[in-house]
């Protein structure tokens, strides 16, 4: 193949979908940390499936339409740092294809510069050892094999891919860290296995598991309802039809499901069309919801039927927003994003004016959390990321707001809650921000967690299901008591300045445990205060904050 159109880009994306939602669990476990929420895959998979969602959603027809809504949807849905960077590469698709009706070797390798080129701009201080290190090198080879002749596309794909795994086996030599875990950049590895499936798809072959994972968690997209929200206003087909199609005839062939699915694309959008000779799951936008079930009936029954009037929901929509919403915008407010209800609470307590729910293991996307900047409805916005992974996301929302945003980067939920006492409304955006960053400076923060896995990291061996502590990116104790690794985990943690210790229990910890354990650290550190209160985490028994 000497050029892909758009029909083939579209079935390429395809391909890194399925390989990178295969792969998922395995990426995963490439996390440093032995800690039950290594996410690097799970959030590059939820941004190259928006992807594909904004690819299917284009009413485009040309190759440069396409990669511009594909581009448009990966940041979208972009989560995480790992799927920021994956949004930046890929809107080096809509750069160079911006007037290309088809895409050559040299084209990709364009496409591969640009993306290489926004990512590193995207980041502010670069990491060698890195996806940005995977995606250079990848496009450094894209563009000198191209210099050369004219390649097949597969050749082309194949010698990138090549170069790619390559320097990945080399990121644990570039990054310390990920030597001393034994394992190479997970998103890099993320990377490949898009390009494998967009491969895999281009040449027909199946797409498989590259590495049979040690455990899957399930990848659930709990994200808002406004992040469905569609443009109601310019809506092309009206009605949401979904429907499975049970009990197959005998005649039915697995042609015919992909048969369904193109007559499904020539009435309506937002075809889905999944499943087997068993069971069929059909989701459409269509003008005609009778040809949608006409069409299945020649398969099988129909089962839970739905036929949803989306220019209805969305006049109810605007009556319920315009009725909540305030006449003015007040000056400033707060947005925070934290992974459980007594946590939540906190911040609201606070003065915060909404609460994004994430964090560690799922990441809110770009558009989340430019949802929530909305929903303030203030002049001025703060965020508060309370995650390094979930920073860069949070900036990428401020560059797209429509008002003032100033992203604090808080990397833990103390550092974001010592920002909140900081924070006084009478002041100017400068001082706040100022005031808010002092106070994040001032905080140590420790979990206390259980490992997945077994490794050996700072001068720990570390079996799977011992409770690890981990305090500044490093783990400081590891026992087979939570209560005795949380002592241990804060006399690594503190220093000679530290005057007050706040707990933060998990779900899986009991108040009561939780009140006796204050108390035996009382007993032990009569020099320092402590406080605890209800969290509400998920995975970590305790989060700590030493100030």
């Known amino acids: 193949m000497q050029a892909v159109n758009g029909s083939d880009f579209k079935k390429m994306v395809e391909g890194g979908v399925a390989a990178l939602d295969l792969n998922r669990a395995t990426i995963d476990e490439l996390n440093v940390f032995p800690v039950p929420d290594g996410d690097t895959g799970t959030n590059m998979s939820l941004t190259i499936n928006s992807a594909l969602r ?31 960077i994956t949004s930046q590469i890929m809107k080096g698709f809509a750069v160079a294809l911006s007037e290309k009706e088809e895409m050559t070797a040299k084209d990709f390798a364009e496409s591969l510069k640009q993306g290489t080129e926004i990512a590193y701009g995207a980041v502010t201080k670069p990491k060698e050892g890195t996806i940005l290190t995977v995606v250079r090198v990848m496009a450094e080879t894209a563009i000198s094999i191209t210099k050369k002749k004219t390649l097949e596309i597969e050749d082309f794909l194949q010698q990138i891919l090549d170069s790619g795994e390559e320097i990945l086996a080399q990121t644990p030599e570039m990054l310390p860290v990920l030597k001393k875990a034994g394992v190479v950049d997970a998103g890099g590895k993320g990377l490949l296995t898009i390009f494998y499936g967009f491969l895999s798809a281009l040449k027909g072959e199946k797409i498989e598991l590259k590495q049979e994972p040690q455990k899957v968690k399930p990848a659930v ?42 007559l499904l694309m020539q009435i ?78 906190i911040f609201r307590d606070l003065g915060c004016d909404f609460v994004v729910e994430g964090g560690q293991t799922m990441n809110p996307s770009v558009y989340d959390i430019l949802n929530a900047i909305n929903k303030v409805y203030a002049k001025q916005v703060y965020v508060l990321p309370n995650n390094g992974n979930i920073i860069l996301a949070a900036q990428q929302a401020k560059e797209l707001a429509d008002v003032n945003v100033c992203v604090i980067p808080s990397k833990t939920v103390p550092e974001g809650i010592a920002a909140m006492v900081s924070f006084d409304h009478t002041l100017d955006v400068n001082s706040n921000e100022k005031n808010m960053n002092n106070a994040v400076s001032t905080v140590i923060t420790a ?14 061996a570390v079996k799977e299901g011992d409770i690890i502590g981990i305090s500044d990116k490093k783990i400081v104790a590891v026992g087979q008591s939570v209560e005795d690794t949380v002592v241990d985990t804060v006399v690594a943690s503190k220093n000679d300045d530290i005057e007050m210790v706040t707990l933060y229990y998990g779900e899986e910890v009991k108040e009561e445990d939780a009140g006796k354990l204050v108390e035996r650290l009382e007993e032990l550190f009569p020099d320092m205060e402590f406080a605890v209160y209800f969290g509400g985490q998920p995975h970590y028994y305790y989060m700590i904050s030493l100030e």
């Open 54 to 84: 904004g690819l299917n959603e284009s009413n485009g027809t040309k190759l440069s339409e396409l990669a511009l809504d594909f581009s448009k949807g990966a940041l979208r849905g972009a989560r995480g740092n790992s799927g920021v």
């Open 221 to 262: 997209e709990n994200v808002s309802e406004d992040f469905y929200d569609n443009d109601y206003e310019n809506i092309t087909f009206a009605y949401c039809t979904e429907y499975f199609i049970t009990n197959i005839k005998s005649k039915t062939t697995l042609s015919d499901i992909d048969t369904l699915r193109d």
């Open 268 to 345: 309506g959008d937002c075809v889905l069309v999944i499943g087997d000779l068993d069971l069929i799951k059909v989701h459409v936008h269509t003008n005609s919801p009778d040809k949608a079930l006409k069409y299945a009936l020649n398969l099988g029954e129909l089962d839970s039927l739905k036929i949803e009037n989306m220019l209805q929901q969305h006049r109810q929509i605007v009556a319920k927003r315009e009725a909540e919403m305030p006449k003015e915008k007040k000056e400033c407010g707060i947005v925070s994003i934290c992974a459980g209800k007594g946590l939540a609470d």
């Open 447 to 460: 979990e206390v967690t259980h490992a997945v896995r077994n490794t050996r990291m700072n001068g720990f």
